[in-house]
């Protein structure tokens, strides 16, 4: 694992926003993985500023995202599909057909999961994967659990991520109990994962991920055993394994 210390968020973002810059550049029809949250919005700001300065061109790029509420459709404000094109899609000159994400309106788990898994597929696979990591070691949807998942799949959310994502919605009654995420099988056969982490409430679960046992429990911790991570997270999130790196 390659590790990549920041000042802050806004270095983290640059540095990251580099990252996903020169695989578009050395490979204009990469296949990127992307992610939502809070962690990558800095990085999409930073890719929005270059395409407008004409350095970047996505125009061959293809997209798949990690992951959907299921139950929300795409036009809903909580969406994911609805924060990729506020935040990336509409700004950049990727073309709508090239853009994937799980379809959260098909309430057909098994049917969507397959086509889901079938189209990254055929694509030839993600040439480079975009994660950010929750409070729990969770990448994706994939939450702590006795075994690492596989392809993508549907999910029941934990209460803790449940309480995490309220925020965004009116109440935690109005967060979805569901999602479809890609597994983690699907990530790890990513080329190349570049992975995300900013602030002091992460510091642990940053040590125990890339520095403690490797566990369905962290689910993050497998990303050791991928032979091309790049970490890139802040100080405050780095700040319990400075001896490490
Ligand atoms: C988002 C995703 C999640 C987030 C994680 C961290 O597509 O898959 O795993 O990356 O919950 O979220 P933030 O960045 O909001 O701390």
Request: glycine share 6%; hydrophobic share 40%; proline share 4%.
């Amino acid at each position: 694992m390659k590790f990549i210390c920041a000042k802050d968020y806004q270095e983290m973002s640059r540095k990251a926003a580099s990252v996903i810059a020169a695989q578009v550049v050395l490979k204009p029809d990469s296949i990127l993985g992307l992610a939502t949250g809070s962690s990558p919005i800095g990085i999409y700001e930073q890719l929005v500023v270059w395409h407008r300065q004409g350095d970047l061109d996505f125009s061959q790029c293809s997209s798949f995202n990690l992951d959907e509420y299921r139950g929300l459709t795409a036009d809903h404000d909580q969406s994911y599909h609805y924060f990729m094109h506020q935040h990336l899609f509409d700004a950049i000159n990727i073309p709508a057909e090239r853009i994937d994400l799980p379809d959260g309106a098909q309430m057909d788990a098994a049917a969507e999961c397959a086509r889901y898994d079938a189209a990254i597929a055929a694509a030839g696979g993600v040439d480079l994967q975009l994660l950010g990591m929750g409070l729990n070691g969770h990448i994706g949807f994939n939450e702590p659990d006795e075994v690492f998942s596989k392809g993508t799949h549907c999910v029941d959310l934990t209460t803790s991520t449940i309480e995490a994502n309220k925020r965004f919605f009116a109440s935690a009654d109005d967060v979805p109990r569901q999602a479809y995420t890609m597994g983690v099988q699907t990530i790890m056969q990513a080329r190349k994962i570049l992975i995300i982490i900013s602030g002091e409430n992460k510091a642990d679960i940053v040590r125990e991920a890339f520095f403690g046992p490797i566990t369905p429990q962290v689910p993050a911790s497998i990303l050791q055993l991928h032979p091309d991570v790049t970490v890139v997270a802040d100080e405050a999130a780095f700040s319990k394994c400075r001896d490490l790196i």
